[in-house]
């Protein structure tokens, strides 16, 4: 990077140090000519201004210059005294009491020669530095590797983070300290960002932006890679997404991806309707998990992904809770994620048909970003998710069509049968007399023509209760 020492040290410009020893570090990102008595609005950080002086008239003029410049954060101040009979000393004061470094410019040398020679060293740095990334990323650093190279030309830690938050990959273990983000490009639903612990000029911005460039070329590699890894569990994808196949073929796709008979996994579906990021979704909340995932899109549209996850620990047991936090963070249309299992190989058929239910009651909340574990919902819901709508209306319409038109009636009898057919705890949650309770049983159990003490009787009934919700 080009500092106010380097300017200082390149003996065509014979610049003198006038203030400021102490501040020769700062660096000097572009150059700024003004003679203006307040350059408040056109100043930048980092910048070197160059100036005649022609706004110095009386004393006290140099305290607001030199305050707006320091306000905004520039490398330094590089001042010609050749109109003004030498460098003012209110000058040279106001520059050390405001932690401005002040060179003075030959009174022979031109601006434009100071200008170009500065231009030239800002792209000679920006350009090496350009070049020793491009050689990084050549050499297939790895992600982390590249952002330490980027960070060592920048002078700044770097991150890389998801659109859910997620630390990708970091120059340091310090958690991001955000003052310049940029996009990193590619064709990703989930996309990151590069974050960098330092206010960019012109020149570190260029360079940034190499890093950003080569962090998207890293990223695609790296989908490639997981890609051809992935397409292991295909077949087995595709058998557990469509329900067929025999148990032998299902043993023998699983034998494809290299885990142990007895591995427990856990099966995820995700739906994104409308949208082509089901699998990327299910990508960045697995990114991190310790075991062995496979991703992949079995189905015909892109709007749906499968995962299987190898477990050597317990699932957390937060980790809906987590993932939908995470995801909530991502704008665009719904996603909906259901989990099934655990299970071995023996078992895995079920896990997903445990997980397509689950997806389907994430689908009937009205939440954006839904997920739902098999275990989060009763068997009696799961078997009603995994049906169709129709079939759950013509349920709830043949065995409550007389009491949808008396929703008293119809509290009542829910209330009864979730204190397990009980009078007396229903009369007591109802705040009424026992006998007043088994009266409106009784008239619940005329409009509909069924005895409400009967066990069978009161599972239909409360399948329907649970359709209704």
Not at 174 to 194: D, F, K, M, T, Y
Not at 205 to 212: I, N, P, S, Y
Not at 429 to 442: C, E, F, S
Request: a negative charge; charged letters at 25%; hydrophobic letters at 45%.
């Amino acid at each position: 990077m080009t500092l106010v020492r380097t300017l200082l040290e390149l003996p065509e410009l014979r610049l003198r140090l006038r203030a400021g020893g102490d501040l020769l570090d700062n660096e000097v990102s572009r150059i700024y000519v003004t003679e203006l008595p307040d350059p408040s609005r056109y100043l930048a950080r980092g910048e070197l201004v160059l100036s005649g002086l022609l706004w110095w008239r009386d004393a006290g003029d140099a305290e607001p210059f030199v305050a707006a410049l320091a306000r905004a954060g520039c490398a330094a101040l590089a001042a010609s005294g050749a109109d003004t009979g030498g460098i003012p000393d209110e000058l040279v004061r106001a520059c050390e009491r405001h932690r401005l470094p002040l060179l003075e410019v030959p009174a022979d040398l031109s601006f434009a020669v100071i200008t170009e020679r500065v231009v030239l060293a800002l792209a000679a740095e920006s350009g090496g530095a350009r070049k020793r990334l491009l050689s990084a990323a050549a050499d297939n650093a790895t992600l982390t590797a590249l952002l330490q190279q980027g960070a060592a030309e920048l002078g700044a830690d770097c991150w890389v983070r998801s659109a859910t938050g997620r630390v990708v990959a970091a120059s340091t273990p310090a958690p991001p300290r955000q003052r310049s983000v940029v996009r990193v490009g590619g064709r990703h639903a989930i996309p990151w960002s590069l974050v960098v612990d330092a206010r960019l000029g012109p020149g570190a911005a260029e360079v940034a932006d190499e890093l950003a460039g080569l962090v998207g070329l890293a990223r695609s590699r790296e989908d490639e890679v997981r890609a051809a890894r992935m397409r292991v569990a295909e077949p087995l994808l595709a058998l557990l997404a469509s329900s067929g196949g025999s148990a032998a073929e299902l043993t023998t796709a699983f034998a494809a991806t290299g885990l142990p008979p007895d591995t427990e996994l856990r099966v995820l579906v995700a739906r994104t309707p409308g949208s082509r990021r089901a699998a990327e979704v299910l990508g960045e909340l697995l990114a991190e998990h310790p075991e062995p995932v496979f991703v992949g899109r079995p189905g015909s549209g892109d709007d749906e992904a499968y995962a299987l996850v190898a477990l050597a620990r317990p699932w957390p047991a937060d980790w809906a809770a987590t993932a939908e936090h995470a995801l909530s963070a991502l704008g665009g249309g719904r996603v909906l994620i259901g989990t099934g299992g655990p299970a071995t190989v023996a078992g895995l058929r079920g896990a997903s048909e445990e997980a397509r239910h689950a997806v389907v009651a994430a689908a009937r909340s009205d939440d954006r970003v839904a997920v739902v574990s098999g275990e989060q919902i009763g068997p009696h819901r799961l078997l009603l998710a995994g049906a169709p709508d129709e079939l759950r209306l013509a349920l709830r319409q043949r065995m409550l069509g007389p009491l949808l038109d008396h929703p008293d009636l119809l509290h009542t009898v829910r209330v009864f049968l979730e204190r397990s057919g009980s009078p007396a705890r229903a009369a007591k949650v109802l705040h009424v007399h026992v006998n007043t309770l088994r009266y409106r049983i009784a008239r619940a159990g005329e409009l509909l023509g069924a005895d409400l003490s009967d066990f069978r009787t009161q599972v239909d009934l409360y399948l329907a209760l649970s359709v209704e919700n």
